[in-house]
């Protein structure tokens, strides 16, 4: 049973920073790409940043320089680092596992940025 649980998220000022967590269990994260996908409200879901198996990281343009992912394999766990919040990062933030044969995604966790 694949579960993928995003923590972490809430109501920010603009400037500030918050660091989300993505717990993951029921498959092999260390062979796993990962990635950090986002939902504002009303908009279409885009791809905020990747980090696959081997630890090479790549960013969307809109996040790069503010935001940082990582990941534990030990504790199988995925970080999203965001500092220098804007407004327009505002959005449900989701974790995704690319682990064959199909993407797995997490509930979500709201990030609100005022």
């Known amino acids: 049973h694949v579960q993928l649980v995003e923590s972490g998220g809430g109501s920010v000022q603009a400037g500030g920073s918050l660091r989300l967590s993505c717990a993951v269990s029921?498959?092999?994260?260390?062979?796993?790409?990962m990635a950090w996908y986002r939902q504002p409200l009303g908009n279409a879901c885009e791809l905020v940043s990747t980090?696959?198996?081997?630890?090479?990281?790549w960013y969307s343009e809109s996040v790069k320089g503010r935001f940082t992912i990582s990941r534990d394999n030990a504790k199988n766990k995925l970080f999203l680092q965001m500092n220098s919040l804007k407004t327009e990062d505002t959005g449900v933030y989701y974790c995704?596992?690319?682990?064959?044969?199909?993407?797995?995604w997490g509930q979500g966790t709201q990030v609100t940025v005022s």
């Open positions: 995704a596992a690319d682990a064959p044969p199909r993407y797995w």
């Open positions: 029921g498959l092999t994260f260390d062979d796993s790409d």
């Open positions: 980090i696959n198996s081997e630890g090479v990281t």
